[in-house]
């Protein structure tokens, strides 16, 4: 038995619904299952004990005993960076600690699944990202990528190259059906054709793709300034508002479920943002009220208006850990992963890597 290691290009392509789902899969196939998370990312504070909500969902979901200290052995966040830093971290000694913790994980287990970090390069200031687990734990790959574009085939190349043979293929995820025939007719085979398996394109569906503008505004505490245009409209991605307005413009009109991100005194960038088709909110920082014509203006697109008292940047960081944490949420979210898994891609052949 070798343990599957699912691992990302870059945040938020629902690596832990993908992980989680075969998990369950594995479980309901009369499998013992295990799951780990090495290094803790997803975390509520910079310091302290383990936070990371995804082996907490992964312990209850798959009714799993183990310690959330085995499940996580590293919190891998901003004091223990620092650390490692200024040299108070010994690489060794953590190898040591994750092959402890992935021993007992696995002990009577028929599978592992572990969980990657944000993208397989974190972890390098301790010589321990994505490539380097697999090497430790003699795992065999699966790799989750967004595609929107050409130049993310490069993301998976050079993914592809850090991996070499433990790389078993990759899964896409969150595909928007106007980027997948180029995706499926076009990327797929150009992969395959450099001897890389591709396990299949999931399609983007709005309940695993981010939060909506109500979740964002409660998880910001953020003062929703329109009282008719509608919350529930979902949230991907946020855009920063810093340029010209004609620049912004041009921005904002080729995403696609954005909130924008502004200083509550920059009305160019305001209704610029409410011109553009693709944008579903303004969230606007510094504690600035906007203009009643703004205001105004956001009732009539159906776009709420979100202010938060806290200054841009701030407001940026926390947005980014809301939308990319929101594809994970309960174990609804793993079974519709399931769900998609089973209709869109090879899920024996996934489930495979760990045999």
Known sequence: MNPILVSTTERSTGKTAVA???????????????YMKPRGTRLQSAVGKTLDKDPMLARDLLDLDAEMHEMEPIVYSETFVQEAIRGRED?????????????SIAEGKDAVVVEGADDYTTGGIV?????????????????LANYEDPSDVDEVLAAADAFGDRLGGVLFNAVSDDDFDELTEDVVPFLEERGITVFGALPSVKELSGVTVAELANSLGADVLTSEAPTDGFVERFVVGAMGSDAALRAFRRTREAAVITGGDRSDIQTAALEAPGVRCLLLTGGFRPTGAIIGNAEDAGKPVLLVQGD?????????????????RDASTVDR???LLGDSADVQAMLALGK
Not at 91 to 103: K, V
Not at 127 to 143: G, H, R
Not at 312 to 323: C, Y
């Open 127 to 143: 010589n321990l990202t994505d490539p380097d687990v697999a090497e430790l734990f003699d795992a065999s790959v699966l790799l």
């Open 91 to 103: 690489p060794d000694a953590l190898r040591e600690r994750l092959e402890e913790s992935y021993e």
């Open 337 to 339: 992963m399931g769900e």
């Open 20 to 34: 989680l789902a075969l998990a369950q899969r594995l479980l309901d196939d009369g499998e013992a299952v295990g």
């Open 312 to 328: 841009t940047r701030t407001a940026i960081d926390r947005a980014e850990s809301i939308i990319s944490s929101g594809r994970t």
